[in-house]
């Protein structure tokens, strides 16, 4: 049907978030098919929990309903290392082009900017801009395989201590948070090199790789663009509040990092301060964590990372701009003002539907979790942050969910994934407006 | 300091907001101090009760830590009911004024149309409203007692059968959700005089009198103001779709209506899906409830009544915009129009800041008890949107809150009564627009 030339062509016009979305479900049916192989696993497995597996890794997820590391062969952890190189390489590359394919279409102005980050100009630039975010990402891989085989290696042999930093490496950049350890890495809670070089890794992933490619080509923080300055300067922000605040929450408490000596209680504040939005890694145990710190811990978890980055979530962005519109409209203000730079209405529209259908996604999921599962409330409403989020942290709930709590979750991801940035580049035409300082141009969701 | 007069005249210039909230301020202090004389009570109180109760009964909650029937008595009655009837009323009126006064400052249009609405013209037609609005609720709440009197004279005699009456209809028309059973309206779940008479109270106190006094002036739908049309249409569809989600979810539930004969199921529905929206009675036991009703309620709860009206929460118009604007994007579409008229950008920016700051508030609040309390986080997330919502359901947390606790549900009640009002008329500057179809104005808030 699909290949029939020609006849059908008329017929299979399909706009990009479409092209996207089939092309996750692709990936995600073939993933599911191969997972289900007898290869790959140790024990066979349900239908249920290889799309589950499948839907995750392509989702960048990493919640688990089985155990990465024992349940599943070196092939069943080799696709799912594809699934996520695909699910988080791929769309960072695909909201790449959609920035440049936005750019084209609104102003010169942008137009040329985008020009010129990119040094597109042709359907020869579409090809040589996806050469360069993949060659990007593969050096920054290789370089963090090497890096990682020097504290692995020598702990674990050369063969599983390179195929573990590998998996890793992939896991870590695409901001997957699938490990093969079943604790995922409460084994180096205070190892310097592991939390430095995962955290640096997703947090590169998650930034975005326009605000990458920007850092690059500019020499000081006033030429960057509105969206890089916004990224920079509020991912400080965020991370040093996320771990004060769970550093002093949890000093205490003892089944976390209350008998951690400081330097452990630091980096296991660190980490788990930055990991929610999107990464998913632990170096503690998230279900003991005090419920204030779960609380905080779903806010980070909706925020989630950066624009046309590997990461999910309402995108920091989005959120900053929200934030920016209220605290102007308490100002008495009328139009919203950053950097110097005017928010457009459209922008400003799109982030509040990001949020809105955002909200709406996690609020449904966790009203039919609350009728088919019997956990306690909490979890349920972690576990659907989690799944939106596509962050992968759980307190536990995964393993225990019903068959309709598994469906529900696997839509989630999905939605997920592909939703915040489908509402972000539709309708991403012109508006003209009267104002005194020039647009901003933001990518949110 | 306050009445040397000329002095410092000049710098006790207040805004409405402020008037507002401190009114309410002075009206708690007094009921507080007044609540705890020894007359007031049974036994003696804490102040931190005393307190609790007087926020309550002034924000129109209805959360108590107390048994108002048994631990206060008749004079601690009459206060309470007393601070519900300045809470309640006293803010609607205030919103009508502040709706006429913003009438004055958007454009001719807008202002013919409120004059003619409340034929207003100067100071005088100012006193002239406020005796119309006054005159419109003391004339539904005597008719009111008249008829709660008829059903409960004959069944607790003269005396308790028209002070209940008179209770409960104050209660009620206020949407403040106090009673004199320590079971609320439990004992009348299938009684048709009770459930009809009380809830048509609050449901007519909850509109909104901008709606009232629109219905009363126009003899077709289509002559009806805009927001008048979006409230009755929304309130139609809110609650019928609501009741239909309690009906099946509780059919089956043994502790709520499962054994109850159809008529009863029927009945009791229909009122647990009417009373969240800020009036805050029960006639089923609220804790006893599905987790998956439970979690609608929140929505309900989040959402209120109407503006200018006795209720309180983000108000329905206020979500209905957000709602429309969302799809309106989604359609691909840049202006958002209902009923042939277009939603301001300035009403959206409002809206989106009631919503915000709103869930902010809500979100601190269940951060916090989730620090402080021990409790279940379903029971701590119901409390905090109940306190919001100036709901007064409970699934019993509230005399369980610690001290914390309760001083924060005390600012949260505060902040859901006068936030939302603050915000939705702050800022009534008229904005030029260059859009077709001609602006329409929404209260929202
Ligand atoms: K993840
Ligand atoms: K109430």
Redesign the pocket.
Same mark, same amino acid.
């Given at each position: 049907m699909l290949n029939k030339k020609g006849v059908l062509h008329r017929n299979i016009q399909m706009s990009p978030p479409q092209i996207l979305a089939l092309s996750f479900l692709v990936a995600i049916v073939l993933g599911t098919l191969l997972l289900k192989l007898p290869i790959a696993t140790t024990e066979p497995i349900r239908w249920l929990d290889a799309l589950f597996t499948a839907t995750s890794a392509t *989702? $960048? *997820? /990493? +919640?688990v309903v089985l155990d990465t590391g024992l349940d599943f062969t070196v092939f069943g952890q080799i696709v799912i290392m594809i699934l996520i190189q695909i699910g988080g390489l791929g769309l960072m590359t695909f909201a790449v082009l959609i920035v440049v394919m936005l750019g084209k279409r609104i102003g010169l102005k942008e137009r040329i900017l985008v020009q010129e980050a990119f040094n597109q100009t042709s359907m020869g630039g579409v090809v040589r801009l996806v050469k360069i975010v993949f060659a990007f990402a593969i050096t920054i891989e290789l370089l963090a395989i090497v890096l990682l085989s020097l504290r692995w290696v020598p702990e674990y042999g050369w063969g599983f201590g390179i195929y573990t930093s590998v998996f890793h490496t992939i !896991?870590a950049f695409?901001? %997957? /948070? &699938?490990s093969l350890w079943s604790d995922s890495l409460m084994g180096y809670v205070g190892d310097p090199a592991v939390n430095i070089l995962i955290t640096v890794l &997703?947090m590169t992933g998650g930034i975005g790789f326009t605000v990458l490619s920007d850092l690059w080509r500019t020499k000081t923080f006033q030429q960057l663009s509105l969206h890089s300055k916004l990224m920079i300067v509020g991912t400080l922000v965020i991370n040093v509040v996320a771990m004060l605040f769970i550093f002093v929450l949890e000093y205490q408490n003892p089944a976390t990092i209350g008998t951690l000596n400081l330097g452990e209680k630091l980096w296991a504040s660190y980490f788990q301060a930055v990991t929610p939005r *999107? %990464? =998913? &890694?632990n170096s503690i145990d998230i279900g003991d964590l005090n419920a204030g710190t779960i609380v905080f811990i779903l806010l980070l978890m909706f925020i989630g990372a950066g624009s046309a980055s590997t =990461? !999910?979530g309402i995108k920091l962005t989005t959120f900053l701009i929200i934030m920016m519109v209220v605290l102007t409209f308490l100002r008495g203000r009328n139009e919203t003002v950053v950097f110097n730079r005017t928010i457009r209405h459209q922008i400003i529209i799109r982030s509040l539907a990001i949020v809105v259908i955002s909200l709406i996604a996690v609020f449904i999921t966790i009203l039919i979790l609350s009728i088919t599962e019997s956990a306690p409330f909490l979890m349920i409403v972690f576990e659907a942050f !989690?799944a939106f /989020? *596509? $962050? =992968? +942290?759980s307190m536990g709930l995964t393993g225990d969910l019903s068959d309709v709590g598994k469906l529900v979750i696997v839509v989630l991801m999905f939605i997920g994934r592909i939703g915040p940035l489908t509402l972000a580049f539709s309708l991403a035409v012109a508006q003209k407006s009267s104002i005194r300082y020039p647009d901003g141009e933001v990518f949110t969701g």
């Amino acid at each position: 049907m699909l290949n029939k030339k020609g006849v059908l062509h008329r017929n299979i016009q399909m706009s990009p978030p479409q092209i996207l979305a089939l092309s996750f479900l692709v990936a995600i049916v073939l993933g599911t098919l191969l997972l289900k192989l007898p290869i790959a696993t140790t024990e066979p497995i349900r239908w249920l929990d290889a799309l589950f597996t499948a839907t995750s890794a392509t *989702t $960048v *997820t /990493g +919640l688990v309903v089985l155990d990465t590391g024992l349940d599943f062969t070196v092939f069943g952890q080799i696709v799912i290392m594809i699934l996520i190189q695909i699910g988080g390489l791929g769309l960072m590359t695909f909201a790449v082009l959609i920035v440049v394919m936005l750019g084209k279409r609104i102003g010169l102005k942008e137009r040329i900017l985008v020009q010129e980050a990119f040094n597109q100009t042709s359907m020869g630039g579409v090809v040589r801009l996806v050469k360069i975010v993949f060659a990007f990402a593969i050096t920054i891989e290789l370089l963090a395989i090497v890096l990682l085989s020097l504290r692995w290696v020598p702990e674990y042999g050369w063969g599983f201590g390179i195929y573990t930093s590998v998996f890793h490496t992939i !896991s870590a950049f695409n901001n %997957a /948070g &699938f490990s093969l350890w079943s604790d995922s890495l409460m084994g180096y809670v205070g190892d310097p090199a592991v939390n430095i070089l995962i955290t640096v890794l &997703f947090m590169t992933g998650g930034i975005g790789f326009t605000v990458l490619s920007d850092l690059w080509r500019t020499k000081t923080f006033q030429q960057l663009s509105l969206h890089s300055k916004l990224m920079i300067v509020g991912t400080l922000v965020i991370n040093v509040v996320a771990m004060l605040f769970i550093f002093v929450l949890e000093y205490q408490n003892p089944a976390t990092i209350g008998t951690l000596n400081l330097g452990e209680k630091l980096w296991a504040s660190y980490f788990q301060a930055v990991t929610p939005r *999107t %990464a =998913g &890694f632990n170096s503690i145990d998230i279900g003991d964590l005090n419920a204030g710190t779960i609380v905080f811990i779903l806010l980070l978890m909706f925020i989630g990372a950066g624009s046309a980055s590997t =990461g !999910s979530g309402i995108k920091l962005t989005t959120f900053l701009i929200i934030m920016m519109v209220v605290l102007t409209f308490l100002r008495g203000r009328n139009e919203t003002v950053v950097f110097n730079r005017t928010i457009r209405h459209q922008i400003i529209i799109r982030s509040l539907a990001i949020v809105v259908i955002s909200l709406i996604a996690v609020f449904i999921t966790i009203l039919i979790l609350s009728i088919t599962e019997s956990a306690p409330f909490l979890m349920i409403v972690f576990e659907a942050f !989690s799944a939106f /989020g *596509t $962050v =992968g +942290l759980s307190m536990g709930l995964t393993g225990d969910l019903s068959d309709v709590g598994k469906l529900v979750i696997v839509v989630l991801m999905f939605i997920g994934r592909i939703g915040p940035l489908t509402l972000a580049f539709s309708l991403a035409v012109a508006q003209k407006s009267s104002i005194r300082y020039p647009d901003g141009e933001v990518f949110t969701g």
